[in-house]
């Protein structure tokens, strides 16, 4: 065996014929011998390739108190229209909630560790299931899990946000915090760049009237208050949707979805989903995209859906429909399909987030 010729071969000889290869072809390759699996998965590799390639997937998240015998993530490929699951054993947790991704790390609250001294609590964990590395970040108490959003922007910045208060992680050993003093609870906020962005209900009890805050971590950090952000021109662009929800577009750019409002009366029903995309430079909006006809007939049915996705690609869930919506603008128009074989059981109400998959190699 040994007096193959490709075991003969130098190892970064190696490393430049594979990181020729896309990502996909590379994960299919460590599978294929021992060899491989050595020069594929080794520190040098991983780093040679960290920044070429990528898979642009959609994750989904468990659901709520959901332990799983073999945890792993479930992910979509939207290019080869097929699901995938990557592993996710290699952490010492009992009870995993990945919630998040950036630059192909994935984020999860990580509880009832067998080892207590790793993690009395809940835990913030940062890891790459391609690599199977990870690292737990400065201790959290256990509210912050059940209550705030992770938001993630780049591999050294997080942050945690509730109503009252934030947590800001940029790399260091420990986590900063201050107030949020937002006006209520802020509805599917995100992270671009250095500025958060949330929706917030300034209406009353019987009416909701939505609006959209944002605010810099530097002016956070001082505990100074949040901008709303609105201009004469946009004239009722908050009032059209109903339940709107914010998801980071590409660039600088944000989405706002909702269902579209057929008037402007209390209860009134929804024609469609409808897809608001705005310009965070020059501040104007446009319509990126409804849902057909026949699509949203299917979600007409259910009370309540989901939004989650970035990007190019937004997903749809709602109750009994058994399926995903997929809104996809990759191609520089909107196209809209199904994604059936949906993994796991439960009521179809699916939550997720982005995960571009690459062999970024995780830091100490």
Same mark, same amino acid.
């Given at each position: 065996?040994?007096?193959?010729?490709?075991?003969? =071969? $130098?190892?970064?000889? +190696? !490393?430049?014929?594979? %990181?020729? *290869?896309? #990502?996909?072809?590379?994960?299919?390759?460590? @599978?294929?011998?021992?060899?491989?699996?050595?020069?594929?998965?080794?520190?040098?590799?991983?780093?040679?390739?960290?920044?070429?390639?990528?898979?642009?997937?959609?994750?989904?998240?468990?659901?709520?108190?959901?332990?799983?015998?073999?945890?792993?993530?479930?992910?979509?490929?939207?290019?080869?229209?097929?699901?995938?699951?990557?592993?996710?054993?290699? =952490? $010492?947790?009992?009870? +995993? !909630?990945?919630?998040? %991704?950036? *630059?192909? #790390?994935?984020?999860?609250?990580?509880?009832? @560790?067998?080892?207590?001294?790793?993690?009395?609590?809940?835990?913030?964990?940062?890891?790459?299931?391609?690599?199977?590395?990870?690292?737990?970040?400065?201790?959290?108490?256990?509210?912050?899990?059940?209550?705030?959003?992770?938001?993630?922007?780049?591999?050294?910045?997080?942050?945690?946000?509730?109503?009252?208060?934030?947590?800001?992680?940029?790399?260091?050993?420990?986590?900063?915090?201050?107030?949020?003093?937002?006006?209520?609870?802020?509805?599917?906020?995100?992270?671009?760049?250095? @500025?958060?962005?949330?929706?917030?209900?300034?209406?009353?009890?019987?009416?909701?009237?939505?609006?959209?805050?944002?605010?810099?971590?530097?002016?956070?950090?001082?505990?100074?208050?949040?901008?709303?952000?609105?201009?004469?021109?946009?004239?009722?662009?908050?009032?059209?949707?109903?339940?709107?929800?914010?998801?980071?577009?590409?660039?600088?750019?944000?989405?706002?979805?909702?269902?579209?409002?057929?008037?402007?009366?209390?209860?009134?029903?929804?024609?469609?989903?409808?897809?608001?995309?705005?310009?965070?430079?020059?501040?104007?909006?446009?319509?990126?995209?409804?849902?057909?006809?026949?699509?949203?007939?299917?979600?007409?049915?259910?009370?309540?859906?989901?939004?989650?996705?970035?990007?190019?690609?937004?997903?749809?869930?709602?109750?009994?429909?058994?399926?995903?919506?997929?809104?996809?603008?990759?191609?520089?128009?909107?196209?809209?399909?199904?994604?059936?074989?949906?993994?796991?059981?439960?009521?179809?109400?699916?939550?997720?987030?982005?995960?571009?998959?690459?062999?970024?190699?995780?830091?100490?």
């Amino acid at each position: 065996m040994d007096a193959t010729p490709i075991y003969r =071969l $130098p190892q970064d000889t +190696l !490393h430049q014929i594979f %990181s020729g *290869l896309p #990502l996909r072809q590379i994960m299919i390759c460590r @599978s294929v011998c021992k060899l491989f699996n050595q020069v594929l998965t080794s520190p040098c590799f991983i780093d040679l390739i960290s920044t070429r390639s990528s898979l642009h997937l959609v994750a989904l998240r468990p659901p709520h108190r959901h332990v799983a015998s073999h945890p792993g993530l479930h992910v979509f490929d939207p290019d080869q229209n097929q699901w995938l699951r990557f592993n996710l054993d290699f =952490l $010492p947790f009992m009870s +995993l !909630h990945p919630v998040a %991704s950036s *630059l192909g #790390l994935v984020y999860l609250w990580g509880g009832d @560790s067998p080892d207590s001294s790793l993690a009395p609590n809940k835990s913030l964990v940062v890891c790459n299931p391609l690599t199977r590395q990870f690292r737990v970040l400065p201790q959290l108490g256990s509210a912050w899990s059940r209550h705030g959003s992770v938001l993630v922007d780049s591999a050294s910045r997080v942050m945690v946000l509730t109503e009252l208060a934030a947590l800001y992680f940029s790399g260091s050993n420990q986590w900063f915090s201050f107030s949020s003093n937002l006006p209520s609870k802020p509805r599917s906020p995100i992270l671009v760049s250095d @500025s958060v962005y949330a929706l917030c209900d300034v209406g009353s009890p019987w009416r909701s009237q939505w609006k959209l805050f944002s605010c810099t971590v530097a002016k956070m950090k001082n505990s100074q208050t949040w901008n709303r952000l609105e201009r004469h021109e946009w004239g009722d662009v908050f009032d059209i949707l109903k339940r709107p929800r914010l998801v980071r577009g590409n660039g600088n750019r944000i989405l706002m979805v909702g269902g579209l409002k057929s008037s402007f009366s209390l209860n009134s029903s929804c024609s469609t989903i409808l897809i608001l995309r705005l310009d965070l430079d020059s501040l104007e909006w446009d319509e990126a995209g409804r849902m057909p006809v026949d699509m949203f007939r299917c979600f007409q049915e259910s009370s309540k859906f989901k939004v989650f996705g970035g990007g190019d690609r937004v997903c749809f869930s709602a109750k009994r429909v058994g399926r995903l919506a997929l809104w996809d603008y990759c191609s520089g128009k909107g196209e809209w399909r199904w994604i059936d074989g949906v993994p796991g059981s439960g009521d179809g109400l699916c939550r997720g987030f982005v995960f571009e998959a690459r062999l970024t190699a995780l830091l100490p």
